[in-house]
Nanobody
């Protein structure tokens, strides 16, 4: 079994910052690409940022220059540093990871349960 658990969401004023964390646990052999998605009310889930198993990253145009994705492979954790937050960043944020499990080497896509980020004055 594999679990992804997000933390760090909350209420913040426009222009503020938050740091989200997502820790993977369980029968993990290795973790490939890790992503952050978000879903606002009434909208489809969208990709926010991606980090490869190395150091390659990609961002949605709407967050470039404001958000930074990083990972700590020793802790099986991915982070999303969000600065200069705007009301339109309000959404439930989900992490996703491509994980190879032990002992059978199954490769699957796993999602966290989501954490709410609200940007409002």
């Amino acid at each position: 079994q594999v679990q992804l658990v997000e933390s760090g969401g909350g209420l913040v004023q426009p222009g503020g910052s938050l740091r989200l964390s997502c820790a993977a646990s369980g029968s993990i052999f290795s973790i490939g690409t890790m992503d952050w998605y978000r879903q606002a009310p009434g909208k489809e889930r969208e990709l926010v940022a991606t980090i490869a198993s190395g150091v390659g990253t990609n961002y949605a145009d709407s967050v470039k220059g404001r958000f930074t994705i990083s990972r700590d492979n020793a802790k099986n954790t991915v982070y999303l540093q969000m600065n200069s937050l705007k009301p339109e960043d309000t959404a439930v944020y989900y992490c996703r990871a491509r994980i190879t499990t032990t002992p059978r080497g199954y490769v699957g896509i796993y999602w966290g349960q989501g954490t709410q980020v609200t940007v409002s004055s």
